[in-house]
């Protein structure tokens, strides 16, 4: 049975198997979570993601997909890329966010790892409001068959953790 914790703190001091990245489609970094990931982890974690690029992925990761690369200087093995959808109040795209966290899940299963500290996907930049990405985030993990023994949400301050809470509850 999967253990869900939550830490509010900085997801690239975690020591876990693998962290997952808050990606924009293009794998090349950006900002937020995106940014310290690709800061913290150094440039092996870029040169891998510009080989997916040339590879695989030469349009983008596609929303609510997911893919791994090196941890480079980061406390973890891997990296899961998955690129969250932008929230649009005229459109339920809860189906997208839930896949990022189901394919990270399925990736980090593929790599054999058995500990995952996610972000709060798609809450900042992309803008989806707190208190649903929390309940979609929680029942994802909860329903998702998967050998992961430890799901680890990182939050940025203590509204988000708050909120993780309630819905752990």
């Known amino acids: 049975m999967i253990t869900i914790t939550l830490v509010q703190g900085d997801i690239t001091r975690q020591s876990v198997d693998a962290i997952v990245n808050a990606a924009n489609s293009s794998l090349l970094g950006g900002g937020g979570v995106d940014g310290a990931i690709h800061r913290r982890g150094g440039p092996a974690i870029l040169e891998e993601c510009r080989a997916l690029r040339a590879s695989h992925y030469g349009k983008g990761l596609p929303t609510g997909q997911a893919v791994a690369t090196t941890a ?12 969250g959808p932008v929230f649009a109040a005229s459109e339920d795209r809860s189906d ?14 593929e790599l054999g790892a058995s500990s995952v500290a996610f972000p709060a996907v798609s809450t900042g930049v992309y803008r989806w409001p707190m208190r649903d990405a929390a309940r979609i985030a929680v029942e994802t993990v909860r329903s998702t068959d998967t050998a992961v023994e430890e799901v680890r949400f990182v939050l940025f301050d203590e509204q988000a953790y708050a909120l993780f809470a309630a819905q752990l509850r």
Do not use: F, K, P
Request: aromatic content about 8%; hydrophobic content about 50%; overall charge negative.
């Open 72 to 83: 480079g200087e980061l406390d973890a093995r891997w990296v899961i890329h998955t690129v």
């Open 96 to 109: 997208l966010l839930a896949s990022c966290y189901r394919e990270a899940l399925r990736v980090a299963d």
